[in-house]
């Protein structure tokens, strides 16, 4: 069993930053691939970012590529997700998955899951 938990969403000003945490704890989870999704109301869940558990490998979905940045803290089991010129279009909840896989995160998403973090941009 994993556990997975975000943390950090907020309101925030369009044109500023927030930071999203996701804390993963259970087995094998260090060498797993952490990645970053969200859902906005109405839509589809959108692929975020994704790294692999020795930064190896890197990915950006393409709404946020060049403003969003994803980092690891590969000790302590934790995704950050660094949010820049945060515009509406960036309000969703913002989920947190873990899997071994990173094909299968990469094409939509792994087996565990965090309860997810809203985030909400104001014009």
């Known amino acids: 069993q994993v556990d997975v938990v975000e943390a950090g969403g907020g309101l925030a000003q369009a044109g500023k930053s927030l930071i999203l945490s996701c804390a993963a704890s259970?087995?094998?989870?260090?060498?797993?691939?952490m990645a970053w999704f969200r859902q906005a109301p109405g839509k589809e869940r959108e692929f975020v970012a994704a790294v692999t558990w020795n930064g190896d490998r890197v990915n950006y979905g393409d709404s946020v590529l060049g403003r969003f940045d994803v980092s690891r803290d590969y000790i302590r089991n934790i995704l950050f997700l660094r949010m820049n010129n945060l515009h509406a279009g960036d309000t969703a909840i913002y989920y947190c998955n873990v899997d071994d896989d990173w094909s299968t995160v990469i094409s939509g998403g792994g087996k565990y899951w965090g309860q997810g973090t809203q985030v909400t941009v104001s014009s």
């Open positions: 259970g087995r094998t989870v260090r060498k797993s691939v």
